[in-house]
Structures are given as structure tokens and as C-alpha cells.
Nanobody, 123 residues
Framework: HVQLAESGGGSVEAGGSLRLSCSASGGHSSCTYDMSWYRQSPGKEREFVSGFDRDGISKYADSVQGRFTISQDTANNTIYLQMDSLKPDDTGRYYC????????????????WGQGTLVNVSS
């Protein structure tokens, strides 16, 4: 199964920046996947932040559009999230996610979540 490791979280003041990283490892080589970022704050549902579709097109939640930029290093199975102009509402735990391209049992391990990295934005 795929394992994910996020890093780059921390505490910043509003208007600051952070760059998150997520590295994927393991999994079956034939079970390809898309990678994305989600976040969750206490008392709130986990929400989509940004990710790539199968065509490599980046997608963003309306709340972060224009402020966050997702990028990838496919050779190293890594994605990044550059977060600029951070707001207190961006506070939460940010999770990396893989979504399998194939809805088959053999590739279930390519549907994975990382443990998350904390982001705190103070006003």
C-alpha cells in the first residue's frame, strides 16, 4: 500500500507563507494514482484544498484560489503546496491524499491518507 509523509507545517502570522511537502512511497507500481491536499479544523469536515486530476490539471478550492499553488515532482513521487497570503481560516491539519486510478481490489492500497501536518495562522 501507499504510504504518505507530509511536512512543512508550522505557525505563522496572517499574511505569511508556508510550503507543504508530501512524499509517497510503496504501493504496487501498476496502481497509479492522483495526489491532492485536504485540510481539517476541529469541529469541521475535512475539505478539499487542491489536487491534480488524471490529466495533470491543478484544481483548487474557491477559498484558496489565487493564494495557494500546487506543484509536483513526479520522478520523486512528491507534491507541494505553496501557501501564500495565509489567513486565520487556513488554520488546520493538512493531509496528503492519493486516489487510485483504478477501482479494483488490487489497487485499494493506492487510496491513502497521510497523518497530516499542522498549520496555524494567527491574526
Amino acid at each position: 500500500h501507499v504510504q504518505l509523509a507530509e511536512s512543512g507545517g508550522g505557525s505563522v502570522e496572517a499574511g505569511g507563507s508556508l510550503r507543504l511537502s508530501c512524499s509517497a512511497s510503496g504501493g504496487h507500481s501498476s496502481c497509479t494514482y492522483d495526489m491532492s491536499w485536504y485540510r481539517q479544523s476541529p469541529g469541521k469536515e475535512r475539505e478539499f484544498v487542491s489536487g491534480f486530476d488524471r490529466d495533470g490539471i491543478s484544481k483548487y478550492a474557491d477559498s484558496v484560489q489565487g493564494r495557494f499553488t500546487i506543484s509536483q515532482d513526479t520522478a520523486n513521487n512528491t507534491i507541494y503546496l505553496q501557501m501564500d497570503s495565509l489567513k486565520p481560516d487556513d488554520t488546520g491539519r493538512y493531509y496528503c491524499k492519493t486516489t487510485s486510478h483504478y477501482r479494483i481490489i488490487a489497487c485499494m492500497g493506492a487510496n491513502a491518507w497521510g497523518q497530516g501536518t499542522l498549520v496555524n495562522v494567527s491574526s
